[in-house]
């Protein structure tokens, strides 16, 4: 067992583990931050895969703004977390049970293909060497999965507009900071003079 | 020749199709002069048919093909017109007696609501039966056959808002389902057999097959034979015999001028008919013929005691009809096809003018039908009493032998007598000849009966107030009467449009028998036949028929006489003996007076025990179990699994995905199980 | 590879599709509510020319694989198009009666429309999954238009949320097919299981199943529907239960029937079980609607069930069916909603089944079109509906599924009892009151739908069997 062997398992481990006390922390601070460590191993195993370029984007992406921000928002949000999961036990047997048939199944076939070999001759392409893993992902992304990339654009647009449609309000009524009104805002527009009668005041 | 026949045929039909469909609007009196002009032109077109049939060029058989009917594999059927000389016949008692009925009922009808609904089905029956006659293959004889049977039973309930009529056009209905069983399982035998309905590919076949044997219930059977006696099954039901005859005498719920046309002259005659059609199978069906035999001479003493002791005055005429057809088919039975074809011929008339004499009559006397309650009419209504005279001579058959000179029912009865004594050899020829003579008697006694009950005696009407009390309501109700006199309780003669026909079908009953018995039965039978009627290499029954002795010649007519007389000195020499043999009865009246029993039998046996099957079937069957588990239970359960399948639909996610994640799973397991199989 | 040019030429409808909505998409921002009108116009042009694109482009494949423009595509592309359109025209009259017209809405219909045209024409597990996840995120904006509204909040919500557990599923599945047989093509994770990549691949399958099963909202998958067809705004619905059923189904027999042709034995039993769930589930649960919205979820469940029947049976003759049932069951449909927004009572939507009573007597022709546009749905013969049932069922037959055949005559039986009810209330019950006039644009659509349905399906059943079996034979199936 070398120690490539011993990186992986202790890895995977901790990824399954940490996976499980996502779900199953009864504080959604500590949900997240299980969340984030399970990034981090995961991360680890792209390095252990060849992927380090994957690992950063994991981590930089995943951890540093996505996993942060769902901590901002399950920090910011008063929501009684402890009320949602009171069905929890209740449901807890039966889906413990569905959950477990699907993990008997999954491990029944991965033996069954594992016996029989079946995926021997198509694996994953070769990695060439010749060039560093961001170039080589560089390579087909803007080539061969060209149309991928720009459909991807195409979703994140999607999401982009759908933020706003539901969000942006335009509320009559609300002040707002003009700068363009105020540079150009003259003295005859912001005076006005008034002669004062004695005893009479200003009414308006 | 081929338009000619079209017209004949179908005229009927489009008379009663525009009566029928456009009555209502187009009124009461084009309806029926629509319907009895196209009926006066088929009768026209038959006559002369038959002349040219008979005299002239169109002799030997000609079918009109007209459309193609069925054509599945080797069964064919066609929708055609079939003409030689039995059709011929036919054609002319059909549209002659429905022409004059179609006449008859304009009077008879007069103050009924729905006249064109009537006409309508009266053209019906008369083109079914038209369909009927001119049959080329089994098919289009068995349509007629059941058009004639949905006319019958329309026409028997014509009067629906009367339960009675009601119950008596389902009984018709029903009794004649037994028959028609029979008649389509003889079909069906005979298309197994033959590979062939139509009846000018099927006679020549049919000597080959005498002989064969068939297995049917687990024994042997004739082949011919059987198919004959199916056969006859159905026309026994549609012609009242033996057994299956209680539809008629309750069939007489209908009006008169139905019974007159459908109960007497035409569609109970078809059975008679097919019989003498299909001659070619019954002349190698000995076992069939015996049964015929059998059958007709038992029907003909049994419907002619019943007659005996009936008041009613068309049920006993019914019973007569019945005791005829008896007649008619012993007739056939022993081989003498063209003497039952001949007494068809003749009955068709005198029992029609009975028929509608006796119409007559309850029309004079307000529709009361109970001859107790009438008498002494004679001197009220002098035609319809010299018409109903005529008839009863007609029906008794009173002629000199000698001479060969007579009424109608003398020529045809008395040949159908001395057929039977020629066929005396076997047991049932016996049966049938000691029959005839013995219900000649009965015929006689009953029939002038009939005519000194109802016209002479002393009138029993002037007593009964009650009946014409009623009948004057009616009469305000509608706001006129019966004819223009005063007094509507008083009985009156019959209006000239109903005594028009009685008198032309009187012809026809005094000179019919004279006239045609020449060709019918005579020694111009196979000229005239020409074939229609088969006889087999060793039926010579008719000629020996004309060698009988003159002692035989004269056996019906001393019958007759002694029924007469009898007759005579019971009704007209003391009156009262009736009511004291109806009084103190007596086993034989009482039987004879309730028709042998045979409605209790049957309503114990066949009715009862059908309503206990089909109440079993009904509650049992099909409301428990079928509509319980069917229907009923689908639609319970349906509900039951809706109402739970919404439960699920609780609105929460987490529910939702849940159910999702089940189905994965639950799919998966699945499609490993199936897999792993 | 294709050169550039060529595979710009393959991909025109799409790309079409993109350029327009990124247009549009300036016009709106720039112009302001002002614009709108002129968005909606120009989404609808672009979609019309999408699909005249999309019926006369070449054929081919093209972007290593990913891209397919064949029969298949063209077919569903020129339907998808057309009723995206209906479903602008609708959207945006609804919207400007609500007072609420927003330039985003036509955009986010032209989007949705370019992820179910690349759904059509996905020939790659990543074109399969970024076309379904195109389309559902525009789906789910267009489910949640009117925010203030809490049951089109809730619906949206609902949609998306439960939407993301399929993606899931869809991506497992992706991911275990991609494992097993090493590519994410079709063709090629076609050949791997010809070679023996065998079980695990087609383990995967399910889960591909069950996310597609939810796109189409088919049973047990369909949860979503009732609430989302409740509660979103009717014209939104008008679409998603027309258009986007059609991309998906046909991205179901793509990418079985290409991705899998060998192992038809096996999803075939799956597809089944899936295909009678939604059948009987439809019809059960429809039984106790009162809302006429959530009845048609219910409705088009059972209808999804048919058509998954037609891919089921694995053969060209299936597949024709599926095609030719997803036309008329999309003008059925389409029809049934634009009466839905024909009818207001009082400012207000109808949408219960009490608010029908006695409709024959205040609105007849609306009434007359919504019994012909049910009957049509039960599939009484000659309406539309019976031919698309009939088709289906002959295939499943052909195929040896008869049994699950006979389970669906008997299910739409059981759900003829809900439309029954419908005429029934319409033509025999007393009317409440008064029925606000109906927009000529609603009642245009419906009148048409019920035309075509009732009447003209006669005359158009013979192209579009000719049109749906030249497209089925794309799939190369005996």
Same mark, same amino acid.
């Given at each position: ?21 996502v ?17 981090f ?18 981590i930089?992406? +995943?951890?540093g ?6 901590l ?8 009684d ?9 209740? +449901? ?5 049970v ?30 060439l ?9 560089? @390579? ?28 942006? @309000?335009h509320?009559?009524?609300?002040k707002r ?7 150009a @805002? ?19 | ?17 525009v009566?029928?469909l ?13 319907t009895?002009?196209?009926l ?28 193609p ?40 009808m ?8 009537? !006409? ?10 038209l ?19 949905l ?8 009067w ?65 034979d ?28 209908g ?31 000995p076992?069939?013929r015996t049964?015929?035999t059998?059958?007709? /001479? ?5 419907? /002619? ?13 019914a ?24 007494h ?16 007559s009559?309850?029309?004079g ?12 009419l ?16 007609a ?5 000199i ?20 004594? /020629? ?9 049938? !000849? ?12 009953y ?7 109802t ?11 009650h ?13 006129h ?8 309780h ?37 000229? !005239? ?40 000195w019971?009704?007209?020499l ?67 699994a ?8 609780t ?27 | 590879m ?14 079409i599709l ?6 549009l ?21 672009v ?25 298949a ?6 339907f998808?198009?057309g ?23 036509p ?23 970024i ?8 789906l ?51 050949a ?37 067809y ?5 014209p ?45 589930w ?18 088009s ?6 058509a998954?029947l037609?891919?089921?049976a ?8 599926m ?44 009434a007359?079109?919504?019994?012909g ?22 295939a ?6 008869w ?9 739409s ?15 025999f ?50």
């Open positions: 067992m070398n120690l490539q062997a011993i990186a992986f398992y202790v890895l995977s481990v901790i990824t399954v583990v940490s996976a499980l006390g779900v199953s922390a009864r504080n959604p601070v500590h949900s997240v931050l299980y969340l984030i460590l399970s990034f191993t995961a991360a680890g195993l792209f390095v252990l895969l060849g992927a380090e370029f994957l690992a950063m984007l994991l930089v992406v +995943y951890v703004a996505v996993a942060v921000l769902f901002f928002v399950v920090m910011m949000l008063d929501v977390f402890g009320s949602l999961r009171e069905g929890f036990v209740r +449901y807890l047997p039966i889906g413990g569905v959950a477990a048939v699907l993990v008997v199944e999954m491990v029944l076939v991965a033996t069954a293909v594992g016996e029989q070999g079946a995926a021997k001759g198509s694996g994953a392409p070769d990695i060497l010749d060039a560093p893993n961001t170039e080589q992902i560089g @390579r087909v992304l803007y080539t061969d999965y060209i149309y991928f990339f720009q459909a991807a654009g195409m979703v994140l647009l999607v999401a982009m507009i759908g933020a706003i449609v539901l969000t942006l @309000r509320r009559p009524g609300v900071q003009s700068v363009m009104d105020q540079v @805002r003259t003295p005859a527009k912001g005076m006005r003079i008034v002669q004062v009668k004695t005893g009479e005041g200003i009414s308006e | 020749m081929t338009a000619l026949l079209v017209i004949l045929v179908f005229g009927p039909l489009l008379g009663a199709t009566a029928g456009f009555g209502r609007r187009i009124g009461d009196t084009p309806s029926r002069v629509i009895t002009g196209f006066f032109l088929s009768c026209f077109l038959s006559w002369y048919t038959f002349s040219q049939v008979t005299w002239g060029e169109w002799g030997g058989q000609h079918i009109v093909r007209l459309l009917f069925i054509n599945v594999a080797d069964f064919h059927s066609d929708w055609s017109i079939r003409l030689d000389a039995l059709s011929a016949v036919m054609l002319v008692v059909v549209t002659s007696v429905s022409a004059l009925v179609h006449l008859y009922s304009w009077g008879y007069a103050d009924d609501p729905s006249k064109p609904r009537f !006409f309508a089905y009266l053209s019906l029956f008369t083109f079914a039966m369909m009927l006659v001119t049959a080329a293959d089994f098919m289009q004889l068995f349509f007629g056959w059941e058009g004639v049977g006319a019958s039973y329309l026409l028997i309930g014509f629906f808002h009367k339960p009675t009529a009601n119950a008596a056009s389902i009984k018709a209905f029903v009794v004649n389902r037994v028959g028609d069983f029979g008649f389509a399982l003889g079909i069906m035998t005979i298309y197994w057999m033959f590979h062939t309905i139509r009846f000018a590919e099927l006679f020549p076949l049919i000597a080959a097959k005498a002989g064969t044997n068939w297995t049917f219930i687990s024994q042997e059977w004739s082949a011919l059987l198919a004959a006696i199916l056969l006859f099954i159905g026309a026994m039901g549609k012609s009242a015999q033996f057994f299956l005859h209680t539809w008629l005498p309750d069939a007489m719920e009006p008169t001028p139905v019974s007159a046309l459908i109960h007497a002259a035409t569609m109970v005659t078809a059975g008679v008919y097919m019989v003498c059609l299909l001659s070619p199978l019954f002349e190698y069906a076992a069939a049964l015929v059998v059958i007709g /001479a038992t029907t003909a003493l049994f419907a /002619a005691t019943v007659g005996l002791a009936q008041n009613d005055i068309k049920r006993v005429i019973y007569s009809t019945c005791s005829q057809l008896g007649y008619m088919f012993f007739a056939a039975g022993v081989g003498a096809y063209q003497a039952a074809m001949f068809l011929f003749t009955h068709a008339f005198f029992k029609a003018l009975l028929f509608l004499g006796a119409g009559v309850i029309n006397m307000h529709h009361e039908q109970d001859m107790r309650k009438m008498g002494a004679w001197k009220l209504m002098p035609i319809t009493y010299a018409v109903m005279t005529i008839g009863t001579i029906i008794t058959g009173i002629g032998p000698g001479l060969d000179l007579g009424f109608a029912g003398f020529y045809s009865k008395d040949t159908i007598i001395e057929a039977a004594w /020629a066929a005396s050899g076997s047991p049932a020829g016996a049966f049938a !000849f000691v029959v005839g003579v013995f219900a000649a008697g009965l015929t006689a006694f029939s002038w009966r009939l005519v000194f009950m016209f002479h005696g002393t009138g029993k009407w002037k007593h009964d107030d009946a014409h009390d009623a009948h004057a309501d009616h009469d305000d109700d509608h706001g009467g019966h004819g223009d006199h005063g007094h509507a008083v009985p009156h003669e019959s209006p000239w449009v109903m005594l028009v026909p009685l008198l032309l079908l009187s012809i026809g009953a005094i000179g019919a028998g004279f006239a045609f018995h020449e060709y019918f039965v005579g020694e111009g039978q196979v000229e !005239f036949w020409k074939g229609a009627i088969f006889n087999g290499p060793h039926n010579e029954i008719l000629h020996h028929a004309h060698l009988a002795p003159l002692d035989i010649k004269l056996a019906p007519l001393v019958a007759t006489a002694i029924g007469t007389i009898g007759a005579i019971v009704y007209l003391n009156e009262g003996m009736r009511a004291r043999i109806a009084a103190n009865g007596g086993p034989i009246h009482t039987f004879i007076y309730n028709k042998w029993f045979f409605d209790e039998l049957y309503n114990a046996t066949f009715v009862r025990g059908a309503k206990f099957l089909g109440d079993l079937f009904w509650k049992g069957g099909d409301q428990k179990i079928i509509d319980g588990l069917g229907p009923n239970g689908v639609a319970a359960v349906t509900a039951f809706g109402k739970g399948v919404g439960k699920i639909q609105g929460y996610v987490y529910h939702y995905a849940f159910v999702m994640l089940l189905g994965v799973a639950g799919l998966l397991s699945y499609a490993l199980w199936a897999w792993a199989r | 294709m050169d550039f040019s060529g595979a710009v030429a393959l991909a025109l409808p799409e790309i993109a350029v327009g909505a990124l247009i998409l300036m016009v709106g921002a720039f112009g302001g509510d002002k614009s709108t009108g002129l968005v909606s116009v120009g989404s609808g042009g979609l019309i020319a999408g699909a005249v694109a999309a019926a006369y482009g070449p054929l081919g494949s093209t972007f290593n694989g990913g891209f397919v423009a064949d029969n595509a063209a077919f569903a592309k020129v998808i198009y009723f995206s359109a209906v479903g602008v025209l609708l959207g945006d009259r609804w919207l400007k009666r609500m007072a609420a017209s927003k330039f985003e809405f955009v986010l219909i032209v989007i949705a429309a370019l992820g179910m045209g690349m759904m059509a024409s996905a020939g790659d597990l990543i074109s399969l999954y076309g379904v996840e195109l389309q559902s995120l525009a789910y904006v267009l489910c949640a238009f009117r925010r203030d509204d809490a049951k089109a909040s809730e619906a949206g919500l609902k949609y998306f949320v439960l939407g993301a557990l399929s993606s899931g599923l869809l991506l497992y599945g992706a991911s275990l097919i991609y494992g097993f047989a090493g590519s994410t093509k079709f063709v090629d994770i076609a791997a299981v010809q070679a023996g990549a065998g079980q695990g691949a087609i383990f995967g399958v399910v889960f591909l199943i069950c996310g597609l099963a939810f796109k189409v909202s088919a049973a047990p998958f369909h949860m979503w529907t009732p609430d989302v409740e509660g979103a705004p009717t939104v619905v008008a679409f998603v239960a027309a258009a986007p059923k059609m991309a998906a189904m046909v991205l179901f027999a793509r990418a079985l029937l290409q991705g899998f042709p060998g192992a038809v034995g096996q999803w075939q039993q799956v597809l089944v079980v899936v295909a009678a769930l939604s059948m009987g439809g019809a059960l649960a429809g039984l106790r609607q009162r809302n006429l919205k959530r009845l048609l979820a219910y409705s469940v059972t209808n999804i069930g048919y998954l037609g891919i089921a694995g053969t060209d003759q299936g597949v024709t069916a095609l030719v049932f997803m036309v008329l069951y999309m003008i059925d449909t389409t029809g049934l909603f634009a009466c839905l927004l024909a009818l207001n009572r009082d400012g207000k939507p109808m949408e219960t089944l009490a608010d029908f009573a006695g409709l024959a007597k205040e609105k007849p022709g609306l007359l079109c919504i019994t546009l049910s009957f049509s749905v039960m599939g009484i013969p000659p309406f539309a509906g019976f031919w698309a049932k009939f088709y289906v069922f002959k499943a037959i052909a195929a040896g599924l049994p699950i055949a006979v389970f669906g005559l008997v299910a039986v059981v759900a003829a009892f809900y439309y029954l009810r419908i005429i029934k209330t319409m033509w019950d007393p009317s409440p009151g008064r029925t606000d006039a109906s927009p000529l644009d609603a009642r245009g659509v419906a009148v048409a739908a019920a035309l075509f349905s009732c009447g003209l399906v006669v005359l158009a059943l013979n192209p579009l069997d000719t049109v749906a079996k030249l497209a089925a034979a794309a799939f190369h199936l005996s």
